[in-house]
């Protein structure tokens, strides 16, 4: 195996095995909590735990395939290759480093479940705005991933084709 199937190779394996676990927090584990769970401040606090180390590892994961993309890519980093990797660990950061901290310290303000508060308080509203941003947030460096997996299925179609075609030339 060349050094630019062994980078695309551990891109794919990276970013599949995070994008499953998002995946799976965002379809089935937070769903889960929310409707077993006695409270809805109960299963925030059980996804809270859980999101960090899925934003974390989006981070990673990016950076990760950035440095495999450059074993890869021939004719050197476009904005073509690099903006995906660009939206996860984008994504990823600022829910993580951004709307989290700004979640945080509403809950602590409020001082206990944000579902007592009045639909109309501001606090409230606000909680909705962040916890919408963050879903929008993981679900472009969601999209991110879902490209560059594509975009590597197509190179590597797009490559067998022509190794194909060579092949049929010369024989």
Same mark, same amino acid.
């Given at each position: 195996?060349?050094?630019?199937?062994?980078?695309?190779?551990?891109?794919?394996?990276?970013?599949?095995?995070?994008?499953?676990? !998002?995946?799976?927090?965002?379809?089935?584990? !937070?769903?889960?909590?929310?409707?077993?769970?006695?409270?809805?401040?109960? !299963?925030?606090?059980?996804?809270?735990?859980?999101?960090?180390?899925?934003?974390?590892?989006?981070?990673?994961?990016?950076?990760?395939?950035?440095?495999?993309?450059?074993?890869? %890519?021939? %004719?050197?980093? %476009?904005?073509?290759?690099?903006?995906?990797?660009?939206?996860?660990?984008?994504?990823?950061?600022?829910?993580?480093?951004?709307?989290?901290?700004?979640?945080?310290?509403?809950?602590?303000?409020?001082?206990?479940?944000?579902?007592?508060?009045?639909?109309?308080?501001?606090?409230?509203?606000?909680?909705?705005?962040?916890?919408?941003?963050?879903?929008?947030?993981?679900?472009?460096?969601?999209?991110?991933?879902?490209?560059?997996? !594509?975009?590597?299925?197509?190179?590597?179609?797009?490559?067998?084709?022509?190794?194909?075609?060579?092949?049929?030339?010369?024989?």
């Amino acid at each position: 195996m060349k050094d630019g199937q062994l980078g695309a190779a551990i891109e794919l394996v990276a970013l599949s095995v995070w994008l499953g676990a !998002a995946i799976l927090v965002a379809t089935v584990v !937070a769903p889960a909590a929310f409707a077993v769970l006695p409270s809805r401040t109960v !299963a925030g606090a059980l996804v809270g735990r859980i999101l960090p180390i899925i934003f974390i590892a989006g981070i990673a994961t990016a950076i990760i395939a950035a440095a495999c993309e450059m074993t890869v %890519s021939r %004719s050197g980093l %476009s904005i073509r290759l690099m903006a995906p990797l660009i939206a996860i660990a984008a994504g990823c950061a600022i829910a993580q480093f951004v709307i989290a901290p700004r979640i945080e310290r509403i809950r602590v303000v409020v001082g206990g479940p944000i579902e007592a508060l009045d639909s109309n308080d501001p606090r409230r509203l606000m909680f909705g705005k962040l916890h919408a941003f963050s879903v929008l947030c993981l679900g472009i460096a969601m999209l991110g991933a879902v490209a560059v997996i !594509a975009g590597q299925f197509y190179a590597a179609r797009k490559s067998d084709r022509a190794v194909r075609s060579s092949t049929a030339i010369t024989a």
